[in-house]
């Protein structure tokens, strides 16, 4: 009762100086309602930090509820804003809310905008917390000082953004820009990995592998007819291209640069074109190959078109063109439908020596990355093995038809050992790696900067060696040099091969979304 009269007495005692003072005004902060001795008593901080009873009112049970107190207050119009609002040093600011407490609002100034002095229209989110209007009308979360960050904004954030893996390392794009540049940590992560089944999936890519890059060979040996093998397997071989191109471009390249751009490795100086200077050394490197095998090719050629061998000049000029005729007609006829399709055998300065140069070049870019294919596979979490997995078998199937294609074509007609032995590294190199990955899978940190340069180098030399052989090799010589095989088809043909290549590119492109 004594407090109750005393509350009265300042009351009167304000009253009366807001009389005799009417020129100097008082703000007051923070007002609130507080219950003491079963009376609830409105008050509010003074200048001097002090709290200001105003008045009481009477209640019928010991304690407010929550729900009278917010409609208390927001009948009063205090708390429906925060105020006296400040910087922080975390871009965000503090406020006094309607109970006289510090509280951060998650928003951040521009440069050149000042810390603004109160935020109004404070409103629930169910579940979410307390928000208020910024100046510029968007909900701000408002959270007790110390707290994290406000669960709409990490669930807003994380929703936004897209993540996969590529093998143990996470690459996450989009979300929130503060969430996309935070510090990686390159320690190694505790993922779960199912032993037994990446056990069985290793036989599954080897079938798979084994398929693709042996069907060109089989087809090719079918009683089908020339003409129909011979234009299958040209549709097969731009398609192939397509592949090749898109595996180069897609799956290779741009793989190589989220690996070389991991935040894990400190450059000594960063230099952002380091993929495609690696790119460019695997397309120098494939280019001097090519050179130097298409000079000792030619000189060889040159060498013994003017001496036979056993060390005669050449057939004189005189001698009548009839012996030429004869042994040709003597000759057994070859049927090889392959034949009809090799461009290098058509008089555009090629040779059979050439084409096993195109076609070996092609084979290192495939190995190359097919080992790191499957090492990748094996050593990806459990949350996107299955994903990558079916993506990969596809893509297998499809790398092996192109190569397949191209082995098939080669000048011996012969399956053994050659063809067979090149199709063969092919089908064992990815379920070798994938074997690799199995051994290291519990002690590979797919975030130690060696081991992700390592990635990305192999990757991009794999880019810049498939990029030669597709564009080059394949695609340039088939389509535009002077003796290409698509320069002498028909339209239809033409169209279709089109067709084929167009798919080839597209396919492979849109695998590139998963793996």
Not at 146 to 163: D, N, W
Not at 186 to 214: A, E, H, K, Q, W
Not at 315 to 341: C, G, I, R, V, Y
């Given at each position: 009762?004594?407090?109750?009269?005393?509350?009265?007495?300042?009351?009167?005692?304000?009253?009366?100086?807001?009389?005799?003072?009417?020129?100097?005004?008082?703000?007051y902060t923070?007002?609130?309602?507080?219950?003491?001795d079963?009376?609830?008593?409105?008050?509010c901080?003074?200048?001097?930090?002090?709290r200001?009873?105003?008045?009481?009112?009477?209640?019928?049970?010991?304690?407010i509820?929550?729900?009278?107190?917010?409609?208390?207050?927001?009948?009063?119009?205090?708390?429906?804003a925060v105020?006296?609002c400040t910087?922080l040093a975390?871009?965000?600011?503090?406020?006094?809310?309607?109970?006289g407490?510090?509280?951060?609002v998650?928003?951040?100034?521009?440069?050149?905008e000042?810390?603004?002095?109160?935020?109004?229209?404070c409103?629930?989110?169910?579940?979410?917390?307390?928000?208020?209007?910024?100046p510029?009308?968007e909900?701000?979360?408002?959270?007790?000082?110390?707290a994290g960050?406000?669960?709409?904004?990490?669930s807003s954030?994380?929703?936004?953004?897209?993540c996969?893996?590529?093998?143990?390392?996470?690459?996450?794009?989009?979300?929130?820009?503060?969430?996309a540049?935070?510090?990686r940590?390159?320690?190694?992560?505790?993922?779960?990995?199912n032993?037994?089944?990446r056990v069985?999936?290793?036989?599954?890519v080897?079938?798979?592998s084994?398929?693709g890059?042996?069907?060109?060979?089989?087809?090719?040996?079918?009683?089908?007819g020339?003409k129909?093998i011979?234009?299958a397997?040209?549709?097969l071989?731009q398609?192939?291209?397509?592949?090749?191109?898109?595996?180069?471009?897609?799956?290779?390249?741009?793989?190589?640069e989220?690996y070389?751009?991991?935040?894990c490795?400190r450059?000594p100086?960063?230099?952002?074109?380091t993929?495609?200077?690696i790119v460019?050394?695997?397309?120098?490197?494939?280019f001097?190959?090519?050179?130097?095998?298409?000079?000792y090719?030619g000189?060889?050629?040159?060498?013994?078109?003017t001496?036979n061998?056993?060390?005669?000049?050449?057939?004189?000029?005189?001698?009548?063109?009839?012996?030429d005729?004869?042994?040709?007609?003597?000759?057994?006829?070859?049927?090889n439908?392959?034949?009809?399709?090799?461009?290098h055998?058509?008089?555009?300065?090629?040779s059979?020596?050439?084409?096993?140069l195109?076609?070996?070049l092609?084979e290192?870019g495939?190995?190359?990355?097919?080992?790191?294919?499957g090492l990748?596979?094996s050593?990806?979490?459990?949350?996107?093995f299955?994903?990558?997995?079916?993506?990969i078998?596809?893509?297998q199937f499809?790398?092996?038809?192109?190569?397949?294609?191209r082995i098939?074509?080669?000048?011996?007609t012969?399956?053994?050992?050659?063809?067979?032995?090149?199709?063969?590294a092919?089908?064992?190199?990815?379920p070798i790696g994938?074997?690799?990955g199995?051994?290291?899978?519990?002690s590979?940190?797919?975030n130690?900067?060696?081991?992700?340069?390592?990635?990305g180098?192999?990757?991009a030399l794999?880019?810049?060696i498939l990029?030669?052989?597709g564009?080059?090799?394949m695609?340039?010589?088939?389509w535009v040099?002077?003796?290409?095989?698509?320069?002498?088809?028909?339209?239809?043909?033409?169209?279709?091969?089109?067709?084929?290549f167009v798919?080839?590119?597209v396919?492979?492109?849109?695998?590139?979304k998963?793996?």
């Amino acid at each position: 009762m004594l407090r109750n009269t005393l509350t009265l007495v300042a009351v009167a005692l304000n009253g009366a100086y807001a009389q005799t003072s009417s020129s100097a005004r008082t703000t007051y902060t923070g007002c609130s309602t507080e219950t003491i001795d079963g009376q609830a008593i409105y008050g509010c901080f003074g200048p001097n930090g002090s709290r200001t009873p105003f008045s009481t009112i009477a209640v019928s049970t010991p304690a407010i509820t929550a729900a009278s107190v917010s409609a208390t207050a927001t009948a009063t119009g205090q708390t429906t804003a925060v105020t006296s609002c400040t910087a922080l040093a975390t871009d965000d600011v503090q406020c006094v809310n309607g109970a006289g407490s510090t509280v951060r609002v998650e928003y951040t100034p521009t440069a050149t905008e000042d810390v603004p002095a109160q935020f109004t229209g404070c409103h629930e989110h169910d579940g979410e917390g307390l928000f208020c209007f910024s100046p510029e009308g968007e909900d701000v979360a408002v959270v007790a000082l110390g707290a994290g960050p406000s669960s709409s904004s990490s669930s807003s954030g994380s929703s936004e953004r897209s993540c996969h893996f590529h093998g143990p390392v996470e690459h996450c794009v989009g979300g929130d820009e503060s969430e996309a540049e935070e510090v990686r940590d390159c320690g190694m992560s505790d993922y779960s990995y199912n032993i037994p089944l990446r056990v069985g999936m290793i036989f599954v890519v080897l079938v798979t592998s084994g398929i693709g890059v042996y069907a060109p060979m089989i087809i090719s040996k079918l009683p089908l007819g020339g003409k129909t093998i011979g234009n299958a397997l040209q549709m097969l071989k731009q398609f192939g291209t397509g592949i090749i191109i898109s595996t180069a471009f897609i799956h290779l390249y741009s793989h190589a640069e989220l690996y070389l751009s991991n935040q894990c490795i400190r450059w000594p100086v960063y230099y952002e074109g380091t993929t495609s200077a690696i790119v460019m050394a695997g397309l120098f490197i494939s280019f001097l190959i090519d050179f130097l095998a298409h000079r000792y090719v030619g000189s060889r050629t040159r060498s013994t078109s003017t001496t036979n061998p056993d060390g005669a000049s050449a057939t004189s000029s005189t001698e009548s063109p009839s012996h030429d005729a004869k042994a040709a007609a003597q000759q057994p006829p070859n049927n090889n439908p392959l034949l009809m399709f090799d461009h290098h055998s058509h008089g555009n300065g090629g040779s059979p020596d050439n084409d096993k140069l195109s076609v070996t070049l092609m084979e290192v870019g495939i190995v190359f990355h097919s080992i790191l294919i499957g090492l990748t596979l094996s050593v990806t979490p459990d949350q996107a093995f299955r994903t990558l997995l079916v993506v990969i078998i596809f893509h297998q199937f499809f790398e092996g038809l192109a190569l397949g294609a191209r082995i098939s074509l080669l000048p011996n007609t012969s399956i053994f050992p050659r063809k067979f032995l090149m199709a063969g590294a092919f089908t064992l190199i990815t379920p070798i790696g994938m074997a690799i990955g199995l051994g290291v899978v519990n002690s590979f940190n797919g975030n130690d900067p060696s081991t992700v340069i390592s990635f990305g180098t192999l990757n991009a030399l794999s880019a810049g060696i498939l990029i030669w052989v597709g564009v080059v090799d394949m695609w340039a010589r088939d389509w535009v040099i002077e003796g290409g095989e698509m320069l002498k088809t028909s339209t239809v043909r033409t169209a279709v091969a089109m067709v084929f290549f167009v798919s080839g590119l597209v396919l492979m492109s849109v695998l590139g979304k998963w793996a």
